[in-house]
């Protein structure tokens, strides 16, 4: 397919919006509001993991797209990793 | 070849994930911590306010409360009281032939499992510290007998194997599990253990024992028995088989480890038991006196707190405990939603119904023994002999007593029974003198729903150590409100009926009865199981009064119904309470009950809450009057003084103060309340929840369980271990104490009996008292509970008790009654289920009108444990109707927003404030505080490791981060 141009894709999109998700999701996380959280930074990290997926396909700068996803990445592994340890110190306290 | 490098984004992705992982560790951590502050800095003895003497005043002139003794004396003294426990309140059940003592010098083999597992307290806030204990085969020896060491190895070998299982304390079993016994069985016994019998064959010991605790009930049904968990087990009956068939013993000694009052019909079926020693919980004391009373050094004069019956779950109030759910639970959960964890144990779908109204313990079983031979009643085939194995007050010694000389005199209201007690045998001991009386069953009981039991205990005391041919006239008072009864349903409040009344001494409730029998004219051919004895009865005759008992003694206050709501016939008209007028016609049966709408309304737990009055207007707050607490130390509750200090405190202080009272009182250092520590529980504070109270070297004493006190029927003992409670708890900083427990042994099965003292009002109330006297003696504050009618622990959380006003305030109220009264008591714990629709904590009837305008009380009401966040145990539910305190260590519970918008609860937070602080002035809180002193907050140390600890690993993680830049670039540099 040598020839065809590729679709540009600006890195707001593969970079900001996993971004902001992530961000968005941490702050939800620490809110306690884990269902939207979770959503959030999944939504962010799948841009992210498509990004990182179609770069070899699409224009886009590859860096904003791995930056883009290591953050969605990371806010999932926070906003997880908050909700588990919340409830098992909840879990704790109740044995206490 | 070169490893292969790894990607930018494989690399970040790592390492980010792992920072993000760890700053979430970090922040859950953190945000724990802190929400518990309070009870971790309790618990690790760090304060987070300190005082200070702005004007060098010196320390000495602040030690409001100070011991009698030092550290070292105190040690002894409470050990001394631990064993003293033990040796008063051991109950001698069987001895035939003079079994005990067996003398010095003996070789004993000691059986069952539990021998190397003995039990010194039950499970929960009411455990105690094991960590100085003796173990059994130690008590022994410390009195020079030898024991067989084969069997004591073989036990402790397969100890893990055979272990008893005990319901774990754990909220998420709540009910669900089981007791087990999981004794060795007798195949088990190897030619080796066997053969060490002979050797050390003066006799054998078994030990019988079943654990009990906190949350959970004991099971009514046991695959290890055949029977429930308080029956001997196939396996327990196979060795006591093996040891009967054994010719290396001629006698079996049975020791009688329990909280809970067993089934013991056993000990008739084998021919080699010749003696039997109920020990209950020991503590750390008990074992040892327990030994002494092998040797004969101890002679026992504990007598039974509850009746032992052969089958305790045929007693019509055990045919309605355990669990119990709606029928239409479906309906009930469609409204509220089902049951779930970790809802908080929000139940809306459970109930426990007190159908037998007073009839519990001896109250049944003696009423209906002497309704059978009067022949009235519709006693039908009751056959007391097949029924009752021991019954309540009895308990055998060493030696012998006379009764002589009684007298029953009235004057002034109170009616004054002497009696001589002579020690007619060969050795010292001591007597229990019980004076029990009878009110009349007359036509307008019967007409209005009146009961009346054939006896109730009314007085005790116990005589000092008589030697053999020794003697004392022993005096007991009895007031002439012992006879009242409560009219629920015409005079709607207490009245005396009129007719005959008997006082009476009995050894034990039984023969009470049959001292009245006699008098009446009975005989063993009227169906008696024994003779009576006239001559230690006297009888008065009294006209009806329904004015004088019907306002508070106390107070002035008029007493009327305050229960309705709570009585089952409020919300099934059909249901009928256990009646003497028709035992069989009205014997409970196992109720089914289906809520109806009404019911299923009142259940909402926020019909309760606080609501918003519109003309109210918000209390003063915040305004510097300059008046420190400790100025008020010693003023009246009603001093005006009070006023001018609340004026001082902000709304977060007074919601705090309220909110957060788990395990201790907070600290307000604007307005000098340093706060107080408070701790569990009955058998002493040498461990607890809120921390193990150890500090300035001391390490409380463990003493014998509540019930075994309750056995002693020694009021002088009860307030010394007070005492001591109270002693301990000036040297471990430790101002409140959640006991006594004064809940009723309604059932056998109930998990915290061994916390409680008795199936009678009057035994618990008149010790209960006695302990309040003695703890508060030394600046203590004692919080009884658990206020009222948690009888038991299954579905505690929120079931709902259903009981009539008559046995609510004659049974289950009035032992707490004697802790106010008569025994000051300052701070009382509500408790977790519902009176009726309406949880305890916040029905006004019970924490106002009852509690403080009858009763006169003044003081805190703290609830029970309420660390999880519990939907009905929300403070809007609770502090308007009297409850001032949550046991609570979680700021992020029962929050209340925008308060300086809710003038009526602000109102009502100054009001429980003004009853805390008032408590804290007057307590040895207030010890080092003097007038010129000042309390600031202070870091506590953990505080601020947790800080230097947060700061290292957020430094690590940014070092992280800064790492995955770092290599980010460099790695496109060198790419590039």
């Not at chain 1, 990290?45 to 179609?54: D, K, M, N, Y």
């Not at chain 2, 984004?9 to 760890?22: D, L, N």
């Not at chain 2, 067993?262 to 084998?270: A, Q, V």
Request: hydrophobic share 40%; aromatic share 10%; charged share 20%.
């Amino acid at each position: 397919m040598a020839g065809t141009p590729k679709t540009s894709i600006p890195d707001g999109v593969t970079c900001g919006l996993p971004m902001l998700a992530a961000v968005a999701a941490v702050v939800l996380g620490l809110l306690n509001a884990t269902v939207p959280a979770v959503i959030l930074a999944a939504a962010g990290l799948a841009v992210g993991v498509v990004a990182l997926a179609a770069g070899e396909r699409l224009s886009l700068g590859k860096r904003a797209a791995r930056l883009g996803f290591v953050a969605a990445l990371s806010a999932c592994v926070f906003v997880v990793a908050y909700a588990v340890l919340s409830y098992v110190a909840f879990l704790a306290v109740q044995s206490f | 070849m070169g490893r292969k490098k790894m990607r930018n984004v494989t690399f970040g992705s790592i390492w980010c994930s792992v920072i993000a992982f760890v700053l979430a560790l970090l922040l859950v951590l953190n945000n724990t911590a802190m929400s518990f502050a309070t009870i971790i800095s309790t618990a690790l003895n760090q304060p987070m306010s300190m005082i200070v003497d702005i004007e060098g005043g010196e320390q000495g002139d602040s030690e409001y409360f100070e011991s009698a003794y030092t550290l070292e004396e105190l040690g002894g003294e409470t050990a001394r009281v631990s064993e003293e426990i033990e040796a008063e309140g051991m109950v001698l059940l069987k001895n035939e032939d003079g079994c005990l003592p067996l003398g010095p010098d003996q070789r004993l083999s000691l059986f069952s499992e539990s021998t190397v597992d003995m039990l010194y307290s039950g499970t929960g806030s009411g455990q105690v510290s094991t960590a100085d204990v003796p173990t059994l085969r130690q008590a022994f020896e410390s009195v020079g007998y030898a024991v067989n060491d084969t069997l004591w190895s073989f036990y402790e070998e397969n100890h893990g194997q055979y272990m008893r299982e005990r319901m774990s304390w754990n909220p998420f079993d709540n009910a669900q599990g089981v007791y087990r016994v999981n004794e060795c069985p007798a195949r088990e016994y190897t030619d080796a253990v066997r053969a060490s019998f002979a050797d050390y064959g003066d006799a054998a010991v078994f030990v019988f024992a079943r654990s009990g605790g906190e949350q959970n009930d004991l099971n009514l049904t046991s695959d290890e028995s055949g029977g429930s968990f308080l029956s001997l087990t196939d396996d327990e009956a196979g060795v006591l088989q093996m040891l009967q068939d054994d010719p290396a013993f001629d006698k079996i000694i049975v020791l009688v480890n329990t909280g809970n009052m067993p089934e013991l019909g056993w000990l008739e079926d084998y021919s080699k038991i010749q003696a039997c020693l109920w020990i209950g919980y020991v503590g750390q004391g008990g074992l040892n006196a327990m030994a002494k009373a092998f040797t004969g050094e101890v002679n026992p004069s504990g007598k039974l707190p509850d009746t032992i019956a052969y089958h305790p779950d045929a007693a019509p109030a055990a045919l309605n405990t355990d669990d119990n759910t709606y029928t239409n639970t479906a309906e009930i959960e469609a409204r509220y939603g089902a049951f779930s964890v970790p809802s908080a144990y929000h139940y809306q779908n459970k109930y426990v119904a007190y159908q037998e109204g007073i009839y519990i313990g001896y109250r049944y079983y003696e009423t209906r023994y002497e309704d059978r031979v009067l022949g009235q009643g519709n006693a039908g085939g009751y056959d007391y002999a097949a029924t009752v194995q021991f019954p309540f007050g009895y308990g055998l010694s060493y030696t012998r007593f006379a009764y002589s000389g009684f007298r029953a005199e009235r004057e002034d209201g109170a009616y004054t029974v002497t009696v001589t007690v002579t020690n007619t045998g060969d050795v010292a001991g001591k007597e229990v003198v019980q004076v029990y009386a009878q009110k009349p069953y007359t036509d307008y009981d019967r007409r209005y729903g009146i009961e009346k039991a054939s006896v109730e205990l009314v007085g005790f005391e116990k005589t000092a150590l008589l030697e053999p041919g020794g003697s004392e006239t022993v005096t007991v008072t009895v007031g002439e409100e012992r006879f009242k009864s409560y009219d629920a349903n015409n005079a709607k409040t207490f009245i005396i009926d009129e007719g005959v009344y008997y006082l009476t001494v009995g050894t034990d409730a039984h023969r009470a009865v049959n001292n009245i029998l006699a008098a009446k004219g009975k005989t063993a051919a009227d169906g008696m199981t024994g003779e009576g004895d006239p001559a230690l009865t006297a009888e008065f005759r009294l006209d009806f009064d329904a004015e004088t008992y019907a306002v508070s003694d106390a107070t002035g206050y008029a007493i009327t119904n305050q229960f309705d709501f709570a009585d089952l016939r409020h919300y099934w008209e059909d249901v009928v309470y256990l009646s003497r007028s028709d035992w069989e016609g009205t014997f409970p049966t196992h109720l089914q009950l289906t809520a109806p709408p009404q019911l299923i309304d009142d259940l909402d737990t926020e019909a309760t809450y606080l609501r918003e009055n519109p003309g109210d207007e918000a209390p003063v707050m915040g305004r510097n009057t300059g008046i420190q607490l400790i100025t008020l130390r010693g003023a009246e509750f009603e001093d005006s003084q009070w006023e001018t200090f609340l004026d001082q405190m902000t709304a977060q202080e007074m919601f705090e103060l309220v909110q957060l009272g788990g395990w201790r009182t907070m600290e307000t250092p604007s307005v000098g309340n340093p706060g107080a520590t408070d701790q569990d529980g009955p058998q002493g504070i040498s461990a607890s929840i809120g921390g193990i109270a150890e500090s300035e070297g001391i390490r409380c004493m463990a003493y014998p369980s509540t019930i075994v006190l309750a056995a002693a029927f020694n009021k002088d003992l009860a307030r010394r271990m007070g005492v001591m409670i109270g002693e301990e708890a000036l040297y471990a900083d430790v101002s409140g104490w959640y006991a006594p427990a004064i809940n009723m042994h309604r059932n056998a099965f109930a998990g915290r009996n061994f916390e409680y003292y008795s199936e009678d009002p009057l035994l618990s109330g008149v010790l209960a008292a006695q302990q309040v006297l003695g703890a508060q003696s030394k600046g203590m504050y004692c919080y009884i509970k658990h206020f009222a009618l948690n009888d038991q622990e299954t579905n505690r959380h929120s079931y709902s008790s259903f009981a009539n006003e008559q046995s609510i305030r004659e049974l289950y109220l009035a032992p707490f009654e004697m802790a106010v009264e008569e025994g000051g008591a300052r701070a009382v714990m509500s408790s977790y289920q519902r009176i009726g629709a309406y949880w305890a904590g916040a029905c006004a009837p019970l924490l106002t009108t009852v509690l403080r305008d009858e009763w006169g009380f003044s003081g805190t009401v703290v609830t029970d444990s309420a660390n999880i966040g519990y939907a009905n145990m929300h403070i809007l539910s609770g502090i308007g109707a009297g409850n001032d305190m949550w046991l609570n260590t979680n700021a992020d519970n029962y929050v209340v927003k925008d308060l300086t918008a809710r003038p009526t609860l602000l109102n009502a937070l100054r009001r429980a404030s003004h009853r805390i602080l008032f408590n804290v002035v007057n307590s040895s809180a207030m010890n080092g505080v003097s007038q010129t002193a000042e309390v600031v907050p202070v870091t506590p140390m953990w505080m601020t490791w947790l800080y230097i600890a947060d700061a290292v690993v957020v430094l690590a993680c940014a070092a992280g981060g800064a790492l995955v830049i770092v290599r980010t670039v460099r790695n496109k540099k060198e790419d590039n």
